[in-house]
Nanobody, 118 residues
Framework: QVQLVESGGGSVQAGGSLRLSCTAS?????MGWFRQAPGKEREGVAT???????SYADSVQGRFTISKDNAKNTLYLQMNSLKPEDTAMYYC???????????????WGQGTQVTVSS
């Protein structure tokens, strides 16, 4: 089992930045961020493997950066140039055979809300 606790969500104006954090109860090889906006399906945002390999959704490429502190079992998502369409509940996830934004993850956090106003 892996417990995941997210933090760092909030409200920001368009063009602003936020950094999300997710602390895992133990080490995992693969972690990622997903999001779900009201009335929409959940979508993969970014993933990172302990080898350093990352993947990003096209919609966030160049604006978001995923990183991981393996010593602290903590995952981060730096979000810059935020847009109103980035508004969603953001979820941390861990443990997937395919460490990509379209991978199937086994463990999920409770989520943290990000709201971007225009």
């Amino acid at each position: 089992q892996v417990q995941l606790v997210e933090s760092g969500g909030g409200s920001v104006q368009a063009g602003g930045s936020l950094r999300l954090s997710c602390t895992a109860s133990r080490y995992t090889l693969c972690m990622g961020w997903f999001r779900q906006a009201p009335g929409k399906e959940r979508e993969g945002v970014a993933t990172i493997h302990s080898s350093g390999t990352t993947s990003y959704a096209d919609s966030v490429q160049g604006r978001f950066t995923i990183s991981k502190d393996n010593a602290k079992n903590t995952l981060y998502l730096q979000m810059n140039s935020l847009k109103p369409e980035d508004t969603a509940m953001y979820y941390c996830a861990a443990d997937a055979w395919r460490c990509m934004v379209d991978g199937s993850f086994r463990y999920w956090g409770q989520g943290t809300q990000v709201t971007v106003s225009s």
